[in-house]
């Protein structure tokens, strides 16, 4: 996971913390804290990550 740059911000409109993956700009997980927005897209990327390299 250390290959790819995770970044966290508040959303105003949302009310909540976003994470995002510069390396994977579709997708993103909104959680209430930053830490939980942090491991949401981390743990995201790493499944999108695995099914890429599984086919």
């Known amino acids: ?5 995770f970044l ?4 105003e409109e949302d009310q909540a913390y976003i994470g995002t993956c510069a390396e994977f ?8 804290s930053d ?6 897209i981390q743990d995201l990327v790493k499944n999108v990550a695995e099914e890429i ?3």
């Open 35 to 40: 830490s939980q927005a942090l491991s949401g």
């Open 53 to 55: 390299t599984q086919k």
């Open 25 to 32: 700009r579709s997708l993103s997980h909104i959680a209430s």
């Open 1 to 5: 996971m250390n290959s790819y740059t």
């Open 8 to 11: 966290v911000h508040w959303s």
